[in-house]
């Protein structure tokens, strides 16, 4: 158990996950990590216009599909488990309870590296809520006085995935994921999505630009990696190395 490579998505919505690190979630399963991933909520007030626009749809019904859809999609990553937290969202609210919850959920996947949202999002609090709780609930892992005997947690770091309308957040990229050879995965991912039609190809075109970025800063014209699909995020913790 000891040396089995995890990592642990932290997603405020039931669909963030796809858009923003669903390469990072099938890749790392194809090398052989166990990727979990949390939805604190299932975004069904604030990200399923679609759905609400259906006649004599409800809450429940809302949920039920949202669910269904972030099941399909992380079976189109491969991803190892997906868990719902059910805390609902607009606002995404975590009592201490449900943040213990969590704690269990970080010390039970003891993650090698954590995914979670930018730490602004001035259009949806929602999401830079969920990575306060993310840096809360990862800073309680590692506390030996929280249920002693458990095993605490280490450091592991926190990469923060690309928001939409990126320029507004304050989020810098300072890690770029060649995610070309499982595109064909999170695309089945991003399909999986029906009621979010609208964001299908803003996606596409953001893993194409990402690829350039990749391109760029692997060597450029010097002989850059011949990226199609990245992804970007931004590290909270810095590194400890050996040798720079
Ligand atoms: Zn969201």
Same mark, same amino acid.
């Given at each position: 158990m000891s040396d089995k490579k995890t990592a642990l998505v932290i997603s405020?919505?039931?669909?963030?996950f796809v858009w923003r690190c669903g390469g990072a979630i099938a890749l790392h399963q194809k090398k052989g990590y166990e990727v979990t991933i949390v939805c604190?909520?299932?975004?069904?007030?604030?990200?399923s216009a679609k759905l609400w626009k259906? %006649?004599? @749809?409800t809450l429940e019904k809302v949920k039920t599909a949202r669910r269904v859809e972030a099941e399909a999609a992380a079976q189109a990553l491969n991803a190892h488990e997906i868990k719902f937290?059910?805390?609902?969202?607009?606002?995404l609210e975590l009592d201490t309870d449900k943040k213990f919850e969590l704690v269990d959920i970080i010390r039970a996947v003891q993650p090698t590296f954590m995914l979670s949202h930018s730490t602004y999002d001035p259009y949806n609090t929602d999401h830079m809520y969920a990575t306060k709780v993310a840096m809360e609930c990862r800073m309680i892992a590692q506390a030996?006085?929280?249920?002693?005997g458990q095993k605490v947690l280490g450091a592991p770091q926190l990469y923060l995935f690309e928001p939409h309308q990126? %320029?507004? @957040?304050?989020w810098k990229p300072d890690v770029f994921l060649d995610i070309s050879d499982v595109w064909d995965n999170k695309w089945a991912a991003i399909q999986a999505m029906k009621g979010q039609e609208h964001l299908w190809t803003y996606y596409e075109n953001q893993a194409e630009n990402r690829a350039n970025h990749f391109r760029r800063n692997s060597g450029?014209?010097?002989?850059?990696?011949?990226?199609?699909y990245a992804e970007g995020f931004q590290s909270i913790y810095p590194r400890t190395v050996d040798e720079l």
């Open positions: 405020a919505h039931s669909a963030d604190l909520s299932y975004g069904e007030r604030g990200e259906q %006649e004599g @749809m937290m059910d805390a609902g969202d607009y606002p030996w006085g929280h249920n002693p990126t %320029e507004q @957040m304050g450029g014209m010097a002989g850059g990696r011949a990226a199609k």
